[in-house]
């Protein structure tokens, strides 16, 4: 190729000028919409200095915070990844009516305002409704309290692992379980032995979503929180009560935390996929 | 092993993909079942495999009822179209799948499955493969590790979808010997499904014309040649 003459190029490449101008123009959007304010964030926590922004989380209500947000992730990521496996099961290895209907149920969350997604929670569960009235007796109240969090969360996170996964399973098809079975193993080992390692990344990218969307999230845990400080209130509803208040070093720590969590959520991808890059190439399609 | 297909049919919803066939297949015997796409071959191999359950009639293998067994009772060495290689597992691994699957009882020590997985390593002439993945394999490797990988459950019968399907002709070739072989020394019944008309013929004891969910003809491949049973055959084989 070193003898080609020096305007000689392939036909799928741009000129220079164009392909600097494209990659200018896509790290300037970048720049602009994702790391100012990223950046914006940190500067304005730390503006009165570390020692004042970490007092101003080290109390009661930001801890609750914190704490809240991380037991409602816990509880809501693994329980949609469950669902999420089960859903993508379902629908790519049996053959039923209704199919597309199922998938554009699955997809509802994403296409419903988290808003209207809180106030079904709070019609269906809230006191004065039969299960709601009946749980409040008992003395687990769901709406304004834990287990409506937790559901409102699972709710409008419910699409991402089962939307990972569906595609990757239809691509593989069922040929590779049906090998298994008939080499003798039963349906959960199949399962254990050949579906979880063949979608472990896709099932690890969506958990990943899943989880960063699961702590941000704001408008349906707004209606179903009751927003009661110290108690109810997560991270985003923290955060924005602070920020409403004129606290906006304590408003922007908590902000820098929330990003801080959602950095660790992508750096653990990121790790995982260098060390594990050979079985990754290798389970590529052959 | 003898099988015995009486008055096999099998529907999805309203479409027929078998009226009721019968076939009986002689222990031993190396049978092909040809015919075009969509003419009930494969869905037939799946049946005897257990992948998929009749709508009726049933299946006998050395005269006892086999019809409900499941797909893992059945113990059917299945080689599939694309050969459905676990591409995650090493071709070791792969070939000592379903010993290690088997329950805890019945399962050999490793030192035994390393044992058994060398010597189908060398039964299909591939002794050195063993770490490597199926995505650093050729296409006629693959084929042949599926082989090895069915046959050390140690099958009562071998089944193969299409097992040449996806391969260039040369190798096609090769492989048909290969396959022959394999045969003759494990001494198992061998159903295998084709729409290459020169593949049945040349590799089969018996061949299996199908037609549309029907069996149009059962016969040896020279009586086949000499004496097609309808317009269909002979039009078919003469292609």
């Known amino acids: ?286 | 092993m003898h099988i015995e297909i009486d008055e096999i049919s099998k529907s999805f919803g309203t479409t027929a993909a078998l009226h009721p066939v019968s076939l009986a297949v002689p222990s031993g015997a190396l049978v092909a079942l040809l015919g075009p796409s969509g003419s009930g071959k494969t869905t037939l191999l799946r049946i005897l495999g257990g992948l998929e359950y009749p709508t009726s009639g049933r299946v006998l293998f050395d005269g006892q009822d086999a019809t409900g067994l499941t797909v893992q009772q059945r113990r059917a060495g299945f080689v599939f179209q694309s050969y459905a290689l676990f591409r995650h597992m090493t071709v070791f691994d792969n070939i000592a799948y379903g010993l290690k699957a088997r329950p805890r009882a019945s399962r050999p020590a490793k030192a035994e499955v390393a044992r058994r997985v060398t010597r189908l390593l060398d039964l299909i002439q591939l002794p050195d493969i063993g770490a490597r993945y199926p995505s650093q394999l050729s296409g006629g490797q693959r084929q042949r590790v599926a082989l090895a990988r069915a046959l050390a459950i140690e099958p009562r019968m071998l089944l193969l979808d299409e097992p040449f399907g996806a391969l260039d002709a040369k190798v096609r070739k090769e492989l048909r010997q290969g396959l022959r072989d394999i045969h003759d020394t494990t001494g198992l019944t061998t159903v295998f499904v084709t729409h290459d008309q020169d593949e049945a013929m040349e590799l089969a004891d018996l061949v299996v014309v199908m037609s549309m969910g029907r069996i149009e003809q059962i016969g040896k491949p020279q009586d086949i040649r000499a004496r097609p049973a309808s317009a269909f055959v002979r039009e078919f084989i003469s292609a």
Request: proline share 5%; net charge neutral; hydrophobic share 55%.
């Open chain 1, 1 to 286: 190729m070193s003898d080609a003459p020096a305007t000689w190029r392939p036909a799928t490449e741009e000129t220079p000028l164009v392909r600097r101008l494209l990659i200018g123009s896509v790290l300037g959007i970048l720049a602009l919409l994702l790391l100012a304010p990223l950046v914006a964030v940190f500067v304005e926590a730390l503006r009165k200095g570390w020692w004042e922004a970490v007092t101003s989380l080290a109390n009661p209500e930001g801890l609750a915070a914190i704490r809240l947000t991380l037991t409602v992730a816990a509880i809501a990521v693994p329980l949609n990844a469950v669902f999420g496996i089960a859903a993508a099961w379902f629908i790519t290895k049996y053959d039923f009516r209704g199919k597309a209907l199922l998938i554009t149920l699955i997809d509802l969350p994403f296409s419903v305002s988290p808003v209207v997604v809180g106030l079904c929670v709070v019609l269906t569960f809230g006191a004065n409704t039969w299960v709601g009235g009946m749980m409040v007796d008992a003395g687990y109240p769901i709406v304004f309290a834990l287990p409506g969090i937790v559901l409102a969360s699972m709710i409008v996170t419910f699409p991402f692992v089962a939307r990972e996964l569906i595609p990757v399973m239809v691509e593989q098809g069922r040929a590779e379980e049906e090998a298994a079975l008939t080499l003798g193993a039963s349906g959960w080992r199949t399962f254990l032995t050949v579906t979880l390692p063949n979608i472990r990344w896709a099932l690890l990218y969506g958990v990943l979503l899943c989880n960063a969307r699961a702590m941000g999230e704001f408008g349906a845990v707004a209606v179903v929180s009751g927003k009661i400080r110290g108690q109810t209130a997560t991270m985003p509803i923290t955060i924005e009560m602070l920020y409403n208040e004129y606290l906006s070093v304590a408003a922007f720590t908590l902000a820098a935390v929330l990003a801080f969590l959602g950095f660790l959520t992508l750096g653990l991808k990121t790790f995982l996929e260098i060390r594990h890059a050979d079985a990754l190439a290798a389970t590529r399609r052959h």
